[in-house]
C-alpha cells in the first residue's frame, strides 16, 4: 500500500482531534439525541427490575400520561412485568422514580422546559419547574436504556440540560400530498422524542385545503377532493401534541398559493375562475384580491372559527411566492394601488398583511409569515421565517423582527444529515450584537410534500429531524460528526418505537416491486444509490399530485447509511499509513457485492418494467466497483496503473455522473477517489 504523505502540522491536528474524540469517547455508549447541555457519568447504574415504581409530586393529566407512555415503552423495551403498571400520582412517597415538577403550565413560547435527571444505583430523581420539563427528562431517561448480561439497567448520571433555541419544529405540508391523523400522530410522538417543540401544519395550499371549516364549507368540501381534517381530528391532534409538549402552529397561506381556497369561493380571487384543485407543482397565479372589502368579513369568519381550535397564540399567513400577475392584470386592483399611492405588489401586500394583523390581533394572535424581499410594515410582533438564504434571518433580526430559520433545514430537498447538522442559526464564530442574536428564536424542518405520501414521508422526516432537532437543542460545541451519527444511528431505531415506518417501508416497498420475500438483490442497488436533488427532479417526468411515488427513487434514502459508512471506511483506509487488513476486506467485500450485483439483478429487472429505468445504473454501479477493486488492488500492491486503464476508466467514471430514474449513485465520490489516489 502506498505512503501517504504526512507532514508534522497534520500529525499535531490529527493528536487534538484524537484527544477531543477520545474525551467524547468516554460518553459514547449513551446514545442521547440531543445531546444534553451538561452530563456527568458516575461509576454504577440503577437496574431495572419488576419493583419498578414512578411517582409523581402532582396530578397534572399531561405528565401522568407521560409518565404511563415512558413506563410501557420501558416495559416493551425490557419485557420486564412490572407489578405497578400505573404511576402513583400526587405522591412524594420515595420511589424508584420521584418526578418533581414545580408548577403545571400551559404551553408557549418561551416557557422554561429545562430539567436535571439524576441516576444513581439506588434511586432515579427527575427536577423541573413544570411538565414540559418533565417530559423531557422522560425522553432522555428511555434513551439511556442499557443492558448486559446483569439484565437492563440506567447508567448512573448527572444530566442538568436545557435547551438552546426556543422554537424548535417540523413543517408537514398536508395539502400537496393528504396524511393521514395517524401519521401526524406518530410523527408528534417522534418530535417528543427528540425533545421538538413546534408541529407547523401546513393546512392548506394550492393543492389542497385540508381542514373543515362549518361556516364556509365549501372551502374544505370544494378545495379538498375529500381529504380534510375535521374539527375533531384537529381537536385530537392538538390534544395530543399538547400531551407531548408540542405547540400546534397552523399555516393558512395567503395571498398566493391560495387556489384551494376559490374553488368554492371564486369571488374572492383578483382574476375571474371557475377555479379547480391544483394537480401540478409549481408557483400558481390564483391570488386572492385584497382590493375587496369582502374579503376581510370572510377571512375574519374564516380565521376566528379557526381560533377556537389552535389555542396556540401564534399563526402563520404564510405569505410566500405571491408573483403577482393575477393584480398586475386586474385594472380594478391597478386602480386601487393608484388611488392609495402603492407603488409595487409588495405594497399592496403589505397592505393586506396589515389588515389581516388586525382581525388576527383582535383573536389574540399574533402573525408568523415567511420571509419576503421587502420587508412588511408590521408591528414588531411578527415573526419572520427564514428560507431563501440564512442571510435574511440575520436581516431581519437586525430590523427588530423575531426570526426562525428553515434555510438550511428543507428536509424535502434530501440534503444529507451532515449538512442540516451543521446549519447553526448562530454559528459560534457570529458576530452578531446580543440583542440581535435574541431575536433568533430556533428554526423548523420543513416536510414540503411534493414528492412523498403517507408511505414514504416518514423516511424524508427521519432520521435527519433527530439531527435538526440536535442543532436547535444542544449547545452550539456538540457538533462531532462521528459521534453524532453514532447516537443517530441508535435513535434511528428507537425511533420505530413510535410506529414510524422510515425503516421498515423499505424493504417492504422492494417486496411490492419484485413480488418476492427475497429483497437482497435489489436491496444491494438500493443501498449504493440516493434520490436526486429535489429540485432537479422534475426531468424527465412532469409531476402531479397523483402519480405514484412507488418507484426506486422513492424508496431509496437521503444520505444512505451503507454509501455513507462506505465513505467513512474509504477516507479511513486512505488516511491510514499502514495497511489494516480489516478494513481493506470490508471494502473489499463490499465492492465485489456491488460488481457482481448487476448480473443477478438483471433477469429481476427484465420482468420488472417498473425496474427498467435504473438498469443502466445498475450495470455502472457494477462498472464502477470494477474500477474501485482494481484501484484498492494496485494501492495494495504499491504498483503502478496502466494508461489505458486509467484513461478508460476516467471515461467510465465521467459517463456514470448522469442520473436515471431520477436517482445517482451514492457510492461514486468513494469509488473516485480510490481511483483518484491510484498513480
Ligand atoms: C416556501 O418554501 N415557499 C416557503
Request: aromatic residues 12%; proline residues 5%; charged residues 25%.
Amino acid at each position: 500500500m502506498k505512503q501517504i504523505k504526512f507532514f508534522p502540522q497534520i500529525l499535531f491536528f490529527i493528536f487534538i482531534l484524537f484527544s477531543i474524540c477520545n474525551a467524547k469517547d468516554k460518553k459514547s455508549n449513551l446514545y442521547l439525541m440531543p445531546w444534553p447541555e451538561s452530563i456527568q457519568i458516575n461509576s454504577g447504574r440503577f437496574l431495572l427490575s419488576k419493583d419498578f415504581v414512578i411517582s409523581l409530586n402532582n396530578e397534572n393529566e399531561n405528565l401522568f400520561k407521560s409518565a404511563q407512555r415512558a413506563l410501557k415503552i420501558i416495559a416493551d423495551k425490557t419485557g420486564i412485568f412490572f407489578e405497578n403498571q400505573f404511576p402513583k400520582i400526587n405522591s412524594s412517597e420515595i420511589t424508584s422514580l420521584n418526578v418533581n415538577i414545580k408548577n403545571v403550565e400551559d404551553l408557549k413560547l418561551g416557557l422554561d422546559e429545562s430539567y436535571d435527571l439524576e441516576i444513581s444505583q439506588e434511586r432515579i430523581i427527575i427536577n423541573s419547574a413544570n411538565q414540559v420539563g418533565a417530559m423531557h427528562a422522560l425522553s432522555t431517561l428511555v434513551q439511556l436504556i442499557d443492558s448486559d448480561s446483569n439484565g437492563y439497567f440506567l447508567p448512573s448520571v448527572q444530566i442538568i440540560d436545557k435547551p438552546r433555541f426556543q422554537w424548535r419544529g417540523l413543517l408537514i405540508d398536508v395539502s400537496r400530498h393528504f396524511e393521514p391523523i395517524e401519521i401526524i400522530k406518530r410523527n408528534l410522538d417522534a418530535l417528543a422524542a427528540v425533545k421538538m417543540n413546534v408541529f407547523h401544519w401546513h393546512l392548506t395550499d394550492d393543492h389542497g385545503f385540508r381542514i373543515e371549516c362549518k361556516a364556509l364549507p365549501k372551502l374544505h368540501e370544494m378545495g379538498s377532493d375529500g381529504n380534510f381534517f375535521t374539527h375533531e381530528q384537529i381537536k385530537e391532534i392538538v390534544e395530543y401534541a399538547d400531551e407531548r409538549g408540542i405547540r400546534v402552529v397552523p399555516e393558512f397561506d395567503l395571498p398566493g398559493h391560495a387556489t384551494s381556497w376559490l374553488v368554492g369561493y371564486p369571488e374572492f380571487a383578483s382574476a375571474p375562475g371557475p377555479y379547480t384543485v391544483e394537480r401540478n407543482w409549481g408557483i400558481f397565479n390564483p391570488t386572492l384580491d385584497p382590493t375587496n372589502e369582502k374579503i376581510y368579513e370572510f377571512l375574519e369568519t374564516f380565521f376566528t372559527e379557526m381560533s377556537t381550535l389552535f389555542p396556540d397564540k401564534y399563526w402563520h399567513i404564510g405569505g410566500d411566492e405571491n408573483n403577482g400577475k393575477q393584480w398586475d392584470a386586474n385594472p380594478k386592483i391597478q386602480e386601487f394601488m393608484k388611488n392609495n399611492k402603492m407603488k409595487s405588489n409588495h405594497e399592496l401586500q403589505n397592505y393586506f398583511n396589515v389588515r389581516v394583523d388586525k382581525i388576527l390581533s383582535n383573536l389574540n394572535k399574533t402573525m408568523v409569515g415567511w420571509y419576503t424581499d421587502e420587508m412588511p410594515d408590521l408591528s414588531k410582533d411578527y415573526i419572520v421565517q427564514a428560507w431563501k438564504g440564512r442571510v435574511s434571518l440575520y436581516e431581519t433580526a437586525k430590523n427588530g423582527y423575531r426570526s426562525l430559520l428553515s434555510h438550511g433545514f428543507y428536509i424535502d430537498l434530501v440534503q444529507t444529515t451532515e449538512y442540516h447538522y451543521l446549519n447553526d442559526p448562530i454559528p459560534p464564530d457570529s458576530i452578531l450584537a446580543d440583542s440581535v442574536k435574541e431575536k433568533i428564536l430556533g428554526g423548523e424542518a420543513t416536510m414540503w410534500a411534493e414528492f412523498v405520501g403517507p408511505e414514504t414521508i416518514d423516511s424524508r422526516i427521519w432520521p435527519r429531524t433527530a439531527a435538526i432537532a440536535e442543532r436547535l437543542w444542544s449547545p452550539s460545541e456538540v457538533n462531532n460528526l462521528q459521534n453524532m451519527f453514532e447516537r443517530l444511528d441508535k435513535v434511528n431505531l428507537q425511533l420505530e418505537t413510535y410506529g414510524l415506518t422510515h425503516i421498515k417501508n423499505y424493504e417492504m416497498m422492494m417486496r411490492r416491486i419484485t413480488g418476492n420475500y427475497d429483497v437482497e438483490i435489489l436491496k444491494n442497488f438500493v443501498n449504493a444509490i440516493q434520490p436526486l436533488y429535489t429540485y432537479s427532479r422534475d426531468h424527465p417526468h412532469v409531476f402531479k399530485s397523483f402519480y405514484p411515488l412507488s418507484r426506486i427513487v422513492d424508496i431509496s434514502q437521503p444520505d444512505p447509511k451503507p454509501a455513507r459508512e462506505f465513505k467513512f471506511l474509504v477516507n479511513e483506509f486512505l488516511e491510514q499509513k499502514s495497511l489494516d487488513q480489516k478494513k481493506y476486506n470490508s471494502i473489499k467485500n463490499q465492492l465485489e457485492c456491488w460488481r457482481d450485483n448487476h448480473i443477478k439483478l438483471l433477469p429481476i429487472i427484465t420482468k420488472t418494467p417498473i425496474l427498467k429505468e435504473i438498469e443502466t445504473l445498475s450495470e455502472d454501479l457494477s462498472k464502477a466497483a470494477e474500477i474501485g477493486l482494481k484501484s484498492l488492488d494496485i494501492l495494495l500492491n504499491n504498483s503502478k496503473a496502466d494508461e489505458k486503464w486509467k484513461s478508460e476508466s476516467n471515461e467510465i467514471l465521467n459517463s456514470i455522473e448522469k442520473p436515471r430514474g431520477e436517482v445517482e449513485l451514492a457510492v461514486k465520490k468513494s469509488i473516485e477517489k480510490l481511483f483518484q489516489k491510484v498513480e
